[in-house]
């Protein structure tokens, strides 16, 4: 046992404070990778075979030909509803089906018909229907550029970089390195089905700011790539990660933003497998006309197929509605998970999570969940106590219950190999695990020791898995348990690059294929889990580490394995920014920073940096000390439960604006260009950001800070600082001097903000709370009040109003007259900013509300 | 709108004699001593002066007051606070959002008057339950505070007695110093003649040893020239002195013709005779053709990177590694002289072995040896006995001098050690020397920190000690234990924790922290109390 235990140790803990990059591929060390880049722009080889053209009522497909080596693709096209295009591109007749995504599109995406403008033996031009947009198809070589009366909005394989390396014997031709077989470190990738890649290039003509494609700990504004790597996308548990630069981290969503001041569009790279996008820019290091700027984006995948989603616009809340239509929207999740969660690895046993609960109580600080991190298993079993430590779990849930408090505990999916253990039993018995390359089950090393990894692309596994929530099956579980999925990149100790290796199978596909939407499976399965042991009533909780598109649905995500350091303060910022931008609302960094200890300068100004973001969590390793709030003196426990408090008022606010998510897919927390899209000074802002449309939070990230400049936005425009109500005019950059009390929040003029402000110990004690309402001339704003916890605003059980101040007046109108909802809250309070003291002030009631 | 509210309160008064119901009219949350602030036929003034409102805005459930004073029954004031009766047991203040949350806080049930929470009325039960444990505790420290009184006079007895031993020792050093010093002499006469003994032998044994070198010499450089003497033409030439590169006197890369002549004293060679004085030039550079061949011991980097590698493990999880470290860490040690080539040590050996070994004593040199010998025995032992009487002086002086807490009452667990069995560890506390872990079933000792000070409050420091500089924690900090004291008949390790990695938390039990059982009565009448 010995040497293998130091194998995993030597993987997952290293001495240095820094990734070992040793440890993660470049794009030379991946044979696909340093294949497609050595590839540079140059006449395509591709032609299209207009003869092969038919077109349908939803689509038009076309043969491509290849001349060097006369292999023919298939092209489709089709025209979407909501303004998108997709773009399909596979091998005609390959040798074996190639992967195709599934479970990620919410539904096959309607279509809309295309009518053919004109065509002749160069090429073809279709109507997209709207604003006189068109797509050309060229033939010679082949291209695709799609317009707009007479501008280009982007153009596809004008660089040339269309590439598909189709299916083959081995004997076929000429082997080059690392086709059939690749090693990395002691890896060897057995590769039975040879190359596999495709890769196509995208020019965005006049666009200076490219978005999206997370997980990457660096910029809001992508960098060009052309002096480095290719920003990678590949799920990986990235040990100790560093910051500003393009290695791939735990998730994956292939979707890319691209903005200027006239249009916003998006690319959605539908494929699954690992991933490289190269970004280059005729501007970069260069002063140009701004009509002349445009941007080149390269994406590069193992496997699969080419199936792009181009999303036209044209404001950046039709991208956000255009992709919500393809992949879901954000979950709605219930109100507590809204609110402040404590966690730490590990509350060692229910004597402590007694105590840091009853520590919240006396030191007067809101929390709604306690977390509980892997030790509180028996042996790193998952769906299990610590016979020891969690002798009496319902218990320990029942006392938080008292509290109407709530739980989560973790649940991986690496599962321990031992025959003593009733999941893995099961799943072996089933044969649910993903297989190796020889046919035996898959095992790799995890906290465990060995683990086997089920298959959670398999339906059936999912569905079983679900089962296992269920209250008679996860012994110990109550209603207020819910779930945490970490280490599903997935996590392999002793695996290439920490991860699995790409050969293992499952079923008729390699892990190479659906590496990437791994993770997104797990935590789907886990949230259909908590879904179904209600009986369907209760909306779940589920966290995961790992993501990819359409991982929105299924609950929040955190920016992982972060540490207490002033700069990943910083970094969680743009980390959320790029998550939101492509559908993922619900996230949030680990306040504190997981590795090493912060200090409590740092500590505090993070917990003030939280508690404006989506997914608000305190974690710490188990090295650390402890660091709940109340351990820094007295001044520093009143500074936190401030912080604390200060979300806790702006629940309804905060709940609101998940409702607006999951409704519309717009990010939640936001980048300020997305509301002020034609103000170019906000296009690479990424220490400040948008909640909804109307609070602007500049935390304080700098040690030692005496004061900080944000950049508020809108001409004309006004923002009351939240605290002092002072007014401040938009479009300007305004310095703010900061105490150690201070958090920059503004809010903006023509608002209403409903807060509750009697904060009380846990979100539901809040429950029947009167609102105050904070409005800012001349304002509008919406209310949105539910039960919190169920799935029965469906049903339409819930109140959702529009408040308005016009003329004096303030008064609100029903957005849902056919939902019924009663609540015992009130309006207790109504704060007028920037308005002069009124003579008389009548309440007037009509009908049931005022 | 809610009007406000007024309660009718029946107060217990004095649990253990009898119960008469007595009626205070007072706003809801309102504490019997601020009573007075609130008079229903009076405007209210905010009990920090800021403002007055009409008295139907107290407990209107709308806060008025920055002090949050004029809700004292509901949860409007973000910072107000609830005041329960709790007859029967403790009155207390809850925050006021604590009002009609849900959730039972008062055990009499006050608080959550309009929250449909299903509240029963527990202060009865917790009074008696408080009583009950006040009561034992009560009698736990009368007789803790009893056999502390002893502990302080055993203390007392301890202390006279380390004190007159003190003197004692005192004394006897003077005894063991003037010993020390006769021996001294009697040793320094004795190594004199021994000295001029032994170096009368040993010069006699160089003198001959320079002559084996000599003719050593003459015979290896015969063979040399021999050797170089490639033609055996009876001379050595340049040419021939070229084939060594090891002797360009410059050591750069070319060995010239030019160099080699100069080596050769000018000359384009040299007889047997003349190349005498060509062999003190060359002879320390000169390697045989016979050894060249043999290859130069190469150091390899494979223990620093396994030294690199194992500080990667928390060295608790891997018990093995623990000793590679050792053993790597000897390895490290630049002075350890039997890490040098093995190559070299047998040449050593060989050269000795040629020069023969020094010849023994003669009989009376060997006298005088043995006759210091035995001097310098007597001597050490002397010394030896004086610095045990030193330790114990400054053993005594540390213990006499020692902050046993203000009557010494914890001298008593000077030296002693207490041990607690867990699941799988045995702790082991050895008051103000140092507490430690210990494996159950095998594996070695954790150091969990050595004795630091006493560490509790202002008013009472003698309630916690301190352990620090224990083994250091893979990247952590060295371990450290807090031990909390409390009153208790015996002397008990009850608990331990590890709350933060690395840090330790053990509760003890003594008598000496018991206090004077009358301060403790004065608390079991005042929770009784209004």
């Known amino acids: 046992m010995a040497p293998v235990l130091v194998l995993w140790l030597a993987v997952c803990l290293s001495v240095t404070w820094a990734v070992d990059r040793g440890n993660f591929k470049t794009c030379d060390q991946s044979a696909f990778c340093k294949r497609q880049r050595a590839l540079k722009p140059a006449e395509s080889p591709y032609r299209a075979l207009l003869e092969t053209m038919e077109l349908t009522n939803t689509r038009l497909t076309l043969q491509l030909i290849n001349d060097n080596n006369k292999v023919r693709l298939l092209l489709e096209l089709y025209r979407l509803q909501g303004n998108m295009t997709r773009v399909k591109i596979n091998e005609l007749k390959p040798l074996k089906p190639r992967y195709e995504v599934p479970d990620v599109l919410i539904r096959e995406p309607p279509t809309e018909p295309l009518s053919l403008l004109s065509q002749d033996e160069n090429g073809v031009v279709l109507s997209l229907g709207a604003e006189s947009q068109r797509v050309i198809v060229s033939a010679r070589p082949f291209r695709l550029d799609i317009m707009e009366g007479r501008d280009v909005l982007m153009s596809l394989n004008s660089r040339g970089l269309l590439a598909f390396e189709h299916l083959r014997m081995q004997e076929e031709e000429k082997v080059e390195d690392g086709m059939w077989e690749e090693t990395f470190k002691s890896h060897s990738d057995s590769k039975p089905n040879g190359p596999s890649a495709v890769s196509l290039d995208f020019s965005l003509p006049g666009v200076e700011h490219v978005y999206g494609i997370p997980e990457h700990a660096d910029t809001l504004r992508l960098k060009t790539t052309d002096n480095g790597d290719p920003y990678r996308l590949y799920n990986l548990d990235v040990f100790q990660y560093e910051l500003y630069n393009p290695m791939a981290l735990y998730g994956a969503v292939p979707v890319m933003l691209a903005h200027n001041a006239q249009r916003t569009t998006g690319i959605f790279w539908l494929n699954a497998a690992e991933t490289w996008v190269d970004i280059s820019s005729n501007t970069a290091g260069k002063v140009l006309l701004h009509l002349l700027t445009f941007t080149d984006v390269r994406w590069i995948s193992e496997s699969g197929i080419i199936d792009v989603f181009i999303m036209l616009g044209p404001t950046p809340n039709d991208v956000f509605s255009q992709y919500a239509s393809l992949t879901g929207t954000q979950s709605f999740p219930p109100l507590a998970a809204v609110g402040y969660h404590q966690c730490r690895w590990n509350y060692n046993d229910q004597e402590d999570v007694t105590s840091v609960d009853a520590g919240f109580d006396e030191h007067d600080i809101p929390y709604d969940y306690i977390w509980l991190d892997i030790e509180h298993t028996d042996g790193k079993r998952y769906f299990t106590w610590d016979p020891h430590k969690f002798a009496t779990p319902k218990e320990m849930l029942q006392g938080l219950m008292d509290k109407k408090r709530k739980m989560v505990a973790i649940v991986d999916p690496h599962i321990k190999v031992d025959s003593n253990y009733k999941i893995h039993n099961e799943i072996r018995s089933r044969g649910f695990y993903i297989k190796n390359k020889d046919g035996g089950d898959y095992e790799g090393w995890c906290w465990p020791g060995s683990a086997g990894y089920p298959d959670f692309t398999r339906a059936d596994m999912r569905e079983w898995w679900a089962s296992m929530f269920a209250y008679d099956q996860y012994e110990g579980s109550m209603e207020n348990l819910y779930t945490w999925n970490d280490m599903n990149e997935p996590s392999v100790f002793n695996g290439p690059e920490v991860t699995m290796h790409k050969d293992a199978v499952h079923g008729a596909w390699e892990h190479r294929d659906v590496h990437n939407l791994y993770g997104f499976y797990v935590q789907m399965a886990t949230a259909e889990g908590l879904i179904q042991r209600s009986g369907g009533v209760e909306r779940p909780f589920v966290l995961t580490r790992a993501f990819f598109a359409g991982s929105q649905r299924y609950g929040a995500v955190w920016t992982g394995d972060n540490a207490a350091e002033w700069e990943h303060l910083k970094i969680s910022i743009p980390m959320c920014l790029s998550l939101g931008l492509v559908g993922i609302s619900f996230c949030g960094a680990d306040v504190g920073g997981f590795f090493k200890s912060p200090s409590t300068e740092l500590l505090v100004r993070w917990y003030q940096t939280g508690a404006y973001q989506p997914f608000f969590r305190a974690h710490a390793h188990l090295d650390t000390p402890r660091r709940e709030p109340w351990l820094f003196g007295p001044e520093n426990t009143a500074l936190i439960r401030e912080a604390v408090r200060q979300r806790y008022a702006l629940l309804p606010y905060w709940y609101q604006q998940f409702y607006h998510a999951h409704r519309t897919g717009q990010p939640i927390m936001r980048p300020l260009w997305v509301e002020y899209p034609q103000d170019p000074a906000t296009f690479a802002l990424d220490d400040e950001f948008l909640i909804g449309r109307d609070l602007l939070v500049h935390p304080v990230t700098e040690e030692g800070a005496r004061g900080v400049t944000a950049y508020l936005p809108g001409k004309g425009e006004v923002w009351f600082d939240v605290q002092t109500f002072q007014k401040h005019n938009g479009a300007q950059n305004l310095y703010i001097p900061v105490t150690m009390s201070s958090i920059p929040v503004f809010q903006r003029g023509g608002s209403i903000i409903p807060k509750k402000i009697r904060v009380r110990r846990a979100s539901s004690c809040m429950m029947h709370d009167p609102y105050t309402l904070y409005v800012a001339l001349n304002p509008q704003g919406k209310l949105y009040i539910d039960d919190g916890h169920t799935f029965n605003y469906e049903k339409k059980e819930f109140i959702h109003r529009r408040l308005s101040f016009t003329n004096n007046i303030l008064s609100s109108v029903n957005l849902a007259p056919d939902a019924q909802f009663t609540t015992q809250s009130w309006i207790e309070r109504i704060v007028i900013l920037g308005a002069s003291k009124p003579s008389t002030v009548t309440l007037k009631t009509a009908g049931e509300w005022p | ?530």
């Open chain 2, 1 to 530: 709108m809610m009007c406000c509210q007024y309660i009718l309160l029946l107060l217990l008064l004095g649990v253990s004699g009898g119960v008469s119901a007595v009626e205070v009219q007072r706003p809801r949350g309102v504490p019997l001593s601020k009573r007075q602030f609130y008079e229903e036929d009076k405007p209210f003034t905010c009990l920090d002066g800021s403002r007055n409102i009409p008295f139907d805005r107290v407990n209107d459930d709308y806060c008025d007051c920055q002090d949050g004073s004029d809700e004292p029954g509901t949860a409007a004031c973000p910072n107000g606070s609830f005041h329960c009766t709790n007859a029967g047991f403790r009155p207390g203040f809850i925050p006021s959002s604590r009002i009609n949350d849900g959730i039972c806080d008062c055990c009499d049930t006050t608080d959550e008057y309009n929250s449909g929470a299903a509240c029963q009325n527990t202060c009865r039960e917790l009074g008696r339950k408080e009583r009950e444990s006040l009561q034992k505790m009560a009698e736990i420290a009368k007789e803790g505070f009893l056999l502390k009184q002893q502990l302080i006079q055993e203390a007392k007895r301890g202390l006279e007695d380390k004190k007159a031993k003190y003197a004692d020792v005192q004394l006897s050093k003077n005894e063991f110093e003037k010993r020390v010093e006769a021996l001294r002499t009697v040793k320094e006469t004795a190594e004199q003649p021994e000295k001029e003994a032994k170096e009368r032998h040993l010069k006699a044994w160089e003198d001959q040893k320079a002559v084996i070198q000599m003719e050593k010499d003459k015979a290896r450089k015969a063979e040399v020239f021999l050797e170089l003497d490639d033609d055996a033409d009876g001379f050595v030439s340049v040419a021939e002195l070229l084939s060594h590169s090891e002797l360009d006197p410059d050591s750069d890369v070319s060995f010239t013709e030019a160099e080699a002549q100069g080596l050769l004293g000018g000359v384009d060679k040299v007889d047997a005779v003349a190349f005498e004085s060509v062999w003190i030039n060359i002879k320390e550079k000169y390697i045989s053709e016979a050894n060249a061949d043999s290859p130069a011991p190469v150091e390899t980097p494979l223990a620093e990177m396994r030294d690199n590698e194992s500080e990667q493990y928390p060295e608790e999880d891997i018990p093995d590694d623990e000793e590679d470290d050792d053993e790597e860490d000897e390895d490290d040690d630049p002075d350890d002289d039997y890490k040098s080539p093995p190559t070299m040590q047998t040449q050593e050996k060989k050269d000795d072995e040629d020069e023969g070994t020094m010849p023994p004593y003669d009989q009376e040199t060997q006298n005088l040896i043995d006759a210091a010998q035995k001097a310098r025995d007597a001597f050490d032992e002397a010394e030896r006995a004086l610095r045990e009487v030193d330790d114990q002086i400054k053993n005594l002086e540390k213990e006499i001098s020692f902050d046993f807490g203000p009557t010494a009452e914890f001298a008593y667990l000077y030296s002693q050690c207490y041990e607690l069995t867990s699941s799988e560890y045995i702790y082991r506390l050895c008051p103000f020397n140092r507490v430690s872990q210990k494996p159950k079933y095998g594996g070695s000792e954790t150091n969990l920190g050595t004795w630091g000070q006493w560490a509790g409050p202002e008013d009472n420091p003698y309630s916690i000690m301190k352990y620090e500089h224990g083994t250091g924690c893979w990247q952590g900090p060295n371990r450290s234990t807090t031990i909390k004291l409390t009153c208790g008949k015996e002397t008990v390790l009850t608990s331990t924790s590890e709350p933060s990695r690395c840090e330790y938390l053990m509760e003890f039990t003594s008598p000496a922290v018991c206090q004077e059982p009358s301060s403790l009565d004065s608390v079991l009448h005042e929770h009784e109390e209004l």
